[in-house]
C-alpha cells in the first residue's frame, strides 16, 4: 500500500510540473497549429524591423499558406515572456516550427521568399505538402 501512495504522489507532482511547464510558455498556444515568426527588435522604428514588416504585408498569402503567425516584441525594456523564452539580441527574427522548437534565427530581414524556402524544407511542412 505505502509504494501505490508513493507512486500516486509522484505522478500527481510530475503531473502538476508539466501542466504548469505548459501554461509558462508563451508559445505553448500556437504548438502544432502554427509556426510563429517571431520578429524582435528595440523600437518599433527600427529600420530593419520597419523592412520586415513592410517586406511580410508584400505577400502575407505565402505565409498564411504555411500556417505562420507573426508575433512582434519591440519593448526591450518590459523583457517579456517571448523575450525570455527565445532570448534575442537587438533585431532578431526566430521562426519556430509547429513543435514549437527555433529552427531558424536571423538578425536581419527575410523575404517571404527566403522564409518560404526555409520553411518547405521543414519535416512536417513536407508532410503537409505530399498530402496536398
Avoid: C, H
Wanted: hydrophobic content about 45%; cysteine-free; charged content about 30%.
Amino acid at each position: 500500500m505505502r509504494k501505490f501512495s508513493l507512486l500516486t504522489l509522484l505522478l500527481s507532482i510530475f503531473a502538476t510540473f508539466a501542466v504548469a511547464q505548459d501554461t509558462t510558455d508563451p508559445l505553448a498556444e500556437y504548438k502544432w497549429i502554427t509556426r510563429p515568426l517571431v520578429i524582435f527588435a528595440d523600437s518599433p522604428f527600427d529600420p530593419r524591423f520597419v523592412l520586415q514588416m513592410e517586406m511580410l504585408a508584400e505577400d502575407p498569402a505565402v505565409l498564411e499558406e504555411r500556417d505562420v503567425i507573426v508575433l512582434t516584441d519591440t519593448d526591450v525594456g518590459a523583457y517579456g515572456p517571448l523575450r525570455q523564452r527565445l532570448r534575442p539580441y537587438d533585431f532578431t527574427v526566430v521562426l519556430l516550427d509547429k513543435e514549437g522548437n527555433v529552427v531558424l534565427r536571423k538578425s536581419t530581414p527575410w523575404t517571404p521568399r527566403e522564409l518560404s524556402r526555409a520553411i518547405d524544407k521543414l519535416p512536417i511542412r513536407k508532410d503537409e505538402i505530399d498530402r496536398m
